[in-house]
């Protein structure tokens, strides 16, 4: 174990960026506020066009105090960020499976096992994007919702990458060209948004420790906003060339409100990589 949480202490120092770099205490329009002028989060939920609006500043909830180090038999620390107060998911999708009841097949386990190397010069340490779900977890790098009739964009501050999800009723591509971040297309079920992406390549990991996909690889996404403040989302992976079923993981995402997402350019800040390729 100790072997696995050193790794993952390396891949995670790769990993930082300007995460402080939210333009900050800018006032939103349409904002609720309390009587002392500050955001009011357990508002209802803005709507647009009869649904729930998820345009914001959001970010991952924090894991309780010790779910990290208890996890992961470790005391984890970082210069700059506290990857304690990060989500369990982002450093392992299949954290929640007992020991030997892990989705991921034996032939791709075996693969895994031997990666350890590529991992460590994996996607974030090249400055290249951290994929799907691993962008949406990664607690101190926010992520921002456009939405639009027919069309919602997430801008992605960790990787300055973005996704456009077409909800004007279109279908996913039939073969489509493989891309970093896959194809999306959102419906709404209720106050729910459904989002189903596919068309990925197979470079990038599902989370920090590297858990790989195929280019078979779908998600489904469901985004629900239950207040102002909260966004619920679930995203269940399915991969039949990589892991045995489908799994889900849950996390709830915060408003930062006031705020907003910079320009954040991985070639330009990284500092790590001279470093490290010396161990």
Not at 21 to 26: A, E, H, P, T, V
Not at 34 to 41: A, E, H, T, Y
Not at 260 to 267: A, M, N, P, R, V
Request: one cysteine or more; charged letters at 25%; a negative charge.
């Amino acid at each position: 174990m100790s072997g696995r949480v050193t790794r993952l202490s390396a891949l995670f120092a790769a990993t930082l960026l300007c995460a402080d770099g939210q333009w900050l205490n800018y006032p939103a329009r349409g904002t609720p506020r309390s009587p002392d002028g500050k955001p009011n989060l357990s508002a209802r939920a803005p709507r647009a066009n009869g649904k729930p609006d998820l345009s914001g500043v959001w970010e991952t909830q924090s894991a309780p105090p010790g779910e990290n180090e208890r996890l992961f038999d470790a005391s984890l620390n970082a210069l700059g960020d506290d990857p304690r107060d990060f989500s369990k998911y982002f450093f392992n999708v299949l954290v929640d499976f007992k020991t030997g009841e892990s989705p991921l097949r034996p032939e791709a386990a075996e693969s895994f096992g031997k990666q350890d190397a590529r991992r460590d010069a994996g996607p974030g340490r090249l400055c290249l994007p951290m994929g799907l779900p691993h962008a949406e977890l990664f607690n101190y790098s926010p992520f921002k919702i456009v939405q639009t009739t027919g069309l919602i964009v997430v801008l992605y501050e960790a990787d300055n990458t973005h996704r456009q999800i077409y909800t004007d009723g279109r279908k996913l591509p039939v073969d489509p060209q493989p891309s970093w971040l896959g194809y999306s297309v959102g419906h709404w079920e209720g106050d729910t948004l459904v989002v189903d992406t596919a068309g990925f390549n197979d470079k990038s990991s599902l989370d920090l420790m590297g858990h790989p996909h195929s280019e078979d690889l779908r998600i489904q996404e469901r985004f629900h906003r239950r207040d102002f403040g909260h966004l619920d989302l679930s995203v269940t992976i399915e991969d039949p060339k990589v892991y045995t079923r489908s799994f889900t993981i849950k996390v709830t995402e915060l408003l930062i409100p006031d705020s907003d997402i910079l320009e954040s350019i991985c070639s330009e800040d990284e500092k790590d990589l001279t470093h490290m390729s010396k161990h």
